[in-house]
């Protein structure tokens, strides 16, 4: 039986590996980017700027989908462990204590605290006032 020379195994098994960690880890830490980066655009551009109750309903639909996008975020502990220490802000969207007591809808709690968090700091209560009116 033929073998290959330990020196091209090890060349095979070398990009093998380098496909597996491109594909599986690198890759998943650009679509975090890329969705943090989407949801901070459409909050900056729709959300925050706005003040209408009727915008807010019409953008409802948006506003679920990014809470999924942080529900996802959330639930992959590889994914939240490194926004831990990379974007440290957005642990609090993760953080059970915070949603204790609150009126708001479970479709919107995790992009309710992103807003407070990275929105106009004197606008927090507004904005969490908008998210209990959105159910």
């Known amino acids: 039986m033929d073998v290959l020379p ?3 195994l090890n060349e095979i098994w070398n990009i093998y590996w380098y496909d597996i960690f491109k594909t599986s880890i690198i ?3 650009q679509h975090l980017n890329r969705t943090l980066k989407k949801i901070n655009s459409f909050m900056t551009s729709h959300f925050y700027k706005n003040t ?3 915008y807010d309903k019409q953008i409802s639909y948006h506003l679920n989908y ?3 996008e942080l529900r996802k ?3 992959n502990k590889g994914l939240s462990l490194l926004c831990k220490y990379n974007h440290s802000k957005i642990n609090y969207c993760f953080n059970d204590s ?3 007591n609150s009126n708001i809808n ?3 709690k995790f ?3 992103y807003s407070i968090i990275y929105g106009i700091p004197n606008m927090r209560y507004h904005y969490w006032d908008r998210f209990k009116k959105l159910q």
């Open 66 to 68: 990014y809470n999924e």
């Open 111 to 113: 992009i309710a605290i």
């Open 27 to 29: 890759e998943e830490i």
């Open 52 to 54: 209408s109750k009727v």
């Open 98 to 100: 915070v949603y204790g």
């Open 6 to 8: 330990i020196v091209i």
């Open 73 to 75: 975020i959330r639930d």
């Open 106 to 108: 479970d479709d919107y």
